[in-house]
């Protein structure tokens, strides 16, 4: 059973930046690849990233393309996610999931964006852009 815990979440200013951290147990990391994902009140859960594993595969939702940028330290059994540049819409639960990276095919948006495909789940870190 792999758990994932999410951390570093706060409040920042508009043009801030904040690193998220994704720490996993209970199983081989290497095998899983990563993403994160955003749910803000009223409205529905985003892709906001994935990293795989196998082949070190991104992927950016449309909102946060050269804002963000999601990276791995195996070693750690950690992901993160740095935010930079941030915006009151930003502002939502942040969670990271995992899926295993072969459930990742094809390597597209609509694939690695999708919720439904990560079977595991953190249990969110609230980030909050406002001034």
């Known amino acids: 059973q792999l758990q994932l815990v999410e951390s570093g979440g706060g409040l920042v200013q508009p043009g801030g930046s904040l690193r998220l951290s994704c720490a996993a147990s209970?199983?081989?990391?290497?095998?899983?690849?990563i993403g994160w994902f955003r749910q803000a009140p009223g409205k529905e859960r985003e892709g906001v990233s994935c990293?795989?594993?196998?082949?070190?595969?991104?992927y950016y939702g449309d909102s946060v393309k050269g804002r963000f940028t999601t990276s791995r330290d195996n070693a750690k059994n950690t992901v993160y996610l740095q935010m930079d540049s941030l915006k009151p819409e930003d502002t939502a639960v942040y969670y990271c999931?995992?899926?295993?990276?072969?459930?990742?095919?094809?390597?597209?948006?609509?694939?690695?964006?999708?919720?439904?495909?990560?079977?595991?789940w953190g249990q969110g870190t609230q980030v909050t852009v406002s001034s």
């Open positions: 990293i795989t594993s196998s082949d070190g595969i991104t």
């Open positions: 999931a995992a899926t295993l990276d072969e459930n990742l095919r094809p390597r597209t948006p609509s694939t690695m964006g999708a919720p439904f495909l990560y079977h595991y």
């Open positions: 209970g199983d081989t990391f290497d095998y899983y690849a």
